[in-house]
């Protein structure tokens, strides 16, 4: 228990409007952990996998109209529109409450009210921040177990008056008498659910969904949409950004941040084993980055987080060795087929299925003309057991940052990498960044494009105009030099007839290495309307088999396709409205001419 007042108060004001059965404080335990999971094989809803293949790990199948973020249910209710911007979906605060509210009302009838403390990076940082989640879901508490710092420890953080964020979750519809939740986390109709963020007091309310970012509020909604909005008033950045740290064969280690949409390879990047022979990768985050400055003046980031939530389809031996490693034991599974001997499957895992009865990610038998995992089945797993960790990944100084890359999934027009010519011109770049359409998010057509500025189109908690400022503010708060480079990145370049150009994987370590060497003052660039590019002979091709051709065309800078985008980055700053730096605008219209010569 604690002695914060405020935070008792607060939990007995949930307890008397959604009125539990009862309410458990967690402690964040090993035996904890184990109890709940338990509790949840019992009833059904758990599937302890085999043992020998995956120790202590487990599969959790959802509703399925519950599979993903569902964006347009997701609210930014500032107290004003415009606070929430364009990008955004806005409610009224006061209407909001009074609707939710009234769905609150009795909802953790029949269930335990889990009260859960958690640090978001590690306990007792400066950069860390500390949240208390009420949910009605053990399956919410088992992931917060691996997601963040859980338990006693974070309260005695807390202390009698420390700052917390106060998120409120529930699954929704109250189980009746001897009713249970059938094999499956329940979960409203998609119009009774709501992801609601409220700014200016820090709070979050979810109400209907069990799903990932949906439930578990510490992740994006708490360390995105909430931190964005404290990093803009307290003079940091919370960012959608894999940390890695590339050390040479000389033994010089730099880190460098990097912002990807959903399942355009942050994770496979985070964990990279070079292929270049004496150089080194290693994790220190894969989905989250908050940076502060330091003595120094120079920005230090944190991973808040403790764990991997990862994209299961698609996660191979092949693309990302170092994942599928983490991934061997104390992992949960959400959305996977089961096969025979109670193993995982899905597609893109490097083998074929096995043979013999597959139960698909609905919990039927697997019609094989159908998916058997759910494009957006997801891994929970402990970031210790990566075998690429960072030893300094929880340092509470947090790691200085030299570089920032940003990228998208595109098939034409973006070079494999270039460097942007300034701060200013970086920030425009990360502005306009536009990336094919994932299974992530599940009310936008997949496939198509979109203009997504740092990957926060869906995370930033604040008018994106003002974020955009904010970003570009960093130049006047210290030297620029002392501010990481940036870079744009494209590994999914396809050639006419539709194959990839470039190996990615392993072979994006030629690309890092062009880019440390670059801060070194060492490798040679061409300059070019968009930014300087690698020389010819700047990127370390020894021992790729890869066409001349392909590597021409990976770093072609086509005049007329890039004319082509200009009206679309034009129209995307102009929906972003009155807020929009007119610095951008600046940037764009030097683009433009600078295209006109090619």
């Known amino acids: 228990m604690t002695k914060h007042k405020t935070l008792k108060q607060w939990v007995d004001s949930v307890a008397a409007l959604c009125a539990p059965d ?23 809803i758990a ?29 930014i209710a500032s107290t004003s529109k415009d606070e929430a911007g364009p990008t955004n979906n806005w409610i009224d605060p006061v209407e909001l409450k009074k609707t939710m509210s009234g769905l609150y009302a009795g909802c953790m009838k029949g269930r335990v009210m889990y009260v859960i403390p958690f640090s978001m990076g590690p306990i007792g940082s400066a950069i860390s921040k500390i949240g208390i989640e009420i949910t009605d879901s053990p399956y919410v508490v088992v992931n917060m177990h691996i997601m963040t710092r859980v338990g006693s420890k974070v309260l005695d953080v807390l202390g009698e008056t420390g700052e917390f964020i106060p998120c409120l979750h529930s699954v929704g519809k109250p189980l009746a008498a001897g009713e249970s939740d059938n094999g499956k986390w329940p979960c409203a109709p998609l119009d009774k659910k709501y992801i609601a963020h409220f700014p200016e007091e820090r709070l979050i309310w979810s109400y ?69 022979p004496g150089w080194k990768v290693e994790c220190i985050g894969d989905d989250i980055a908050w940076m502060k400055f330091g003595s120094d003046g120079r ?67 697997w019609d094989r003309t159908k998916p058997a995992a759910h494009p957006n089945a997801r891994f929970t797993a402990p970031a210790r057991q990566c075998p690429a960790i960072a030893p300094e990944w929880e340092d509470p100084k947090g790691v200085p940052i030299s570089a920032f890359l940003f990228g998208g999934r595109r098939p034409s027009t973006v070079p494999l990498v270039y460097e942007t010519f300034s701060w200013q011109h970086g920030v425009f770049t990360a502005a306009t960044i536009g990336s094919e359409v994932t299974a992530a998010a599940l009310d936008l057509k997949a496939g198509t494009v979109r203009r997504d500025p740092f990957a926060m189109l869906p995370f930033c908690g604040y008018n994106m105009g003002d974020y955009l400022a904010h ?123 600078r295209l006109a010569s090619i």
């Open 208 to 276: 209907g969904s069990g799903y990932g970012g949906n439930a578990l509020l510490g992740k994006k909604c708490l360390a995105l949409r909430i931190a964005s909005v404290m990093a803009r008033d307290e003079g940091w950045l919370a960012e959608h950004m894999l940390i890695l740290s590339i050390t040479s064969p000389a033994g010089i280690k730099k880190y460098i941040a990097a912002a990807f949409p959903s399942a355009c390879g942050k994770t496979n990047l985070a964990m990279l084993i070079p292929t270049i």
């Open 299 to 365: 920005l230090y980031a944190i991973n808040p987080e403790a764990g991997f939530f990862g994209v299961a389809p698609g996660t191979s031996t092949e693309s990302n060795p170092n994942a599928m490693k983490s991934i061997s034991k104390n992992t949960i599974f959400t959305n996977v087929a089961l096969t025979q001997d109670n193993d995982v499957w899905w597609e893109g895992i490097g083998y074929d299925a096995p043979e013999g009865k597959i139960i698909d990610w609905n919990g039927k038998e």
């Open 47 to 75: 599937t302890q996998l085999n043992p020998q293949k995956l120790p202590n790990s487990f599969l959790f199948r959802s509703d399925p109209s519950d599979v993903a973020r569902v964006e347009n249910r997701t609210y």
């Open 471 to 593: 970003w570009l503010s960093f130049s006047s708060r210290t030297d620029e030099a002392k501010l990481p480079k940036i870079y744009c990145v494209n590994w999914f370049r396809k050639s006419a007839d539709n194959k990839w150009l470039w190996p990615g994987f392993g072979d994006n370590s030629r690309v890092l290495k062009w880019i440390f060497e670059r801060l070194e003052g060492k490798a040679k660039g061409v300059e070019s309307p968009i930014g300087v590019l690698p020389a010819r002979d700047a990127l370390d091709l020894a021992g790729l088999a890869i066409p001349p051709g392909n590597i021409d065309e990976l770093l072609k800078v086509s005049g007329p396709e890039w004319r082509a985008e200009l009206p679309s980055m034009r129209d995307h700053f102009n929906a972003i409205g009155p807020r929009m730096p007119k610095a951008l605008y600046h940037e764009l219209q030097k683009l433009e001419e």
């Open 22 to 44: 009862s309410v458990y404080w967690c402690d964040g335990s090993r035996e904890e952990y184990d109890r709940l999971v338990a509790l949840m094989k019992k009833e059904g």
